[in-house]
């Protein structure tokens, strides 16, 4: 337990926001608002949670699209497709471009599921991300392939994922959320 948190806190921002990029003075970080402030220069910097995507993807079946990672963090654990969202682009340009360099497919239609709050570990710290949902909805899945970051892909019915499995807990909150609201539609 102490080797967790003890590790928790060495990748804590707030342990990498210690110099100023402008001057390079030494400033303080405060985990109460996620901001660094210069104690020379003044500048300050807000720790924003990063954008990402998420797809859901289901088949005629009704199974789950999941992906295998093919890179850090959680390489080999079955995860969502999507990714980061980049600068002037918008959540949906974002995932239509996931899908299509993750899945080589394209999407005949998407639509807002929900966002969730994550935390990622990247080069050694945490990233705060919040997670855009999309159902995409696939009518052609003969060009599907896994590439980019992704080394294999199942589909599974969503009664059926092991939740303590999945890698980030958005996704668990996900998939916890589809099978609540299967659930809700027996």
């Known amino acids: 337990m102490w ?44 720790l ?43 959540a949906e340009q974002a995932m239509m471009r996931e899908i299509e360099e993750e899945l080589d497919l394209c999407p005949d239609k998407i639509s807002y599921f929900g966002s969730f709050p994550n935390e990622y570990l990247f080069s050694g710290t945490i990233v705060y991300t919040t997670d855009f949902v999309f159902k995409c909805q696939v009518s052609d899945f003969s060009k599907l392939k896994f590439r980019d970051d992704i080394m294999g892909l199942q589909f599974i019915h969503p009664s059926k994922i092991d939740i303590s499995a999945l890698p980030f807990q958005s996704v668990k909150n996900i998939i916890k959320q589809i099978q609540y609201e299967s659930g809700n539609k027996k």
Do not use: W
């Open 48 to 90: 924003n949670s990063a954008a990402a995507v998420t797809a859901l993807i289901f088949n005629d079946s009704g199974e789950l699209l999941l992906t295998k990672r093919g890179v850090e963090p959680e390489k080999g654990k079955l995860d969502l497709p999507g990714g980061f969202i980049d600068p002037k682009e918008s």
């Open 3 to 46: 080797a967790k948190s003890h590790k928790y806190m060495q990748t804590h921002p707030k342990n990498h926001y210690q110099y100023c990029p402008r001057c390079s003075a030494k400033g303080n970080f405060s985990i109460e608002h996620f901001s660094f402030t210069c104690t020379k220069c003044n500048f300050q910097f807000f």
